[in-house]
């Protein structure tokens, strides 16, 4: 077995960055599994689905054939095919990610294909489940977590910083809206997994995070 190291963690908690940061300079390889349920969300979007329609979910995500690769580093997603990627990083996408991905069929395709993409590799996985479920027997277990306010704050820098008119409150509401959703869901729930270190980074830099990870390795 590769060194394995999952980061698990609320939405806008800085799993992503803080994970393809420790992955550039462990010279791991970086999978980020949330990209594979906005690939499967966005193929549920297109067929006109709604996220209430469990039946219909079902039937649609047997024909998305979800598959990664990596280019200089950066991990693709392929919906059928498809390069995904500059598709699937909307607000809309990400909602029926976490909408969709309570379903069985749905959990039971991507986490295969993250326990394949893990086996005998150097890995820094992210996503709810990596601890719990996805890789139990990971060397490092992280929970990555921060203010729901803090979490808010970030979003809207980074959406205003790109000249998109946002409103905090509102920001702050999806953020717990679908905090509830992930942890509440019957189905490999997002929670800190026994084992897993709690890393809040409310008042941390990504730099003092990125070290914080990479000293429980050593
Ligand atoms: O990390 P993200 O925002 O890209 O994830 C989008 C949604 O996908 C998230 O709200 C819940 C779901 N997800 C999941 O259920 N399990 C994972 N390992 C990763 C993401």
């Not at 960055?17 to 969300?41: F, N, S």
């Not at 996503?127 to 929970?143: E, F, H, M, S, W």
């Not at 729901?148 to 905090?168: F, H, P, Q």
């Not at 702050?172 to 929670?191: A, G, K, V, W, Y």
């Amino acid at each position: 077995m590769g060194m394995n190291i999952a980061i698990d963690g609320p939405a806008g908690a800085g799993k992503s960055t803080i994970a393809r940061q420790i992955a550039g300079k462990l010279g791991y390889i970086y999978v980020d599994t949330g990209a594979m349920y906005r690939a499967m969300a966005l193929h549920l979007l297109r067929g006109r689905i709604l996220p209430t329609e469990t039946d219909k979910i079902d039937e649609k995500c047997r024909e998305a054939d979800i598959s990664i690769e990596y280019e200089n580093g950066e991990q693709i997603v392929y919906l059928n095919g498809e390069n995904v990627n500059g598709l699937i990083r909307t607000e809309e996408v990400g909602n029926m990610a976490s909408a969709s991905s309570p379903n069985p069929n749905v959990r039971r395709k991507l986490v295969e294909l993250q326990q394949k993409l893990a086996a005998d590799k150097d890995v820094v996985m992210d996503g709810r489940d990596i601890g719990t479920c996805v890789l139990p027997n990971a060397q490092v277990k992280v929970y990555l977590t921060a203010d729901s306010r803090v979490r808010a704050e970030r979003r809207y820098k980074e959406l205003t910083d790109k000249g998109i008119s946002c409103n905090l409150d509102e920001i702050e509401r999806d953020i717990i809206e679908r905090d509830h959703q992930d942890m509440t869901r019957e189905l490999s729930p997002l929670m800190q997994a026994k084992d897993a270190v709690l890393v809040d980074s409310s008042h941390m830099t990504v730099e003092e995070a990125v070290d914080a990870v990479i000293a429980l390795l050593q």
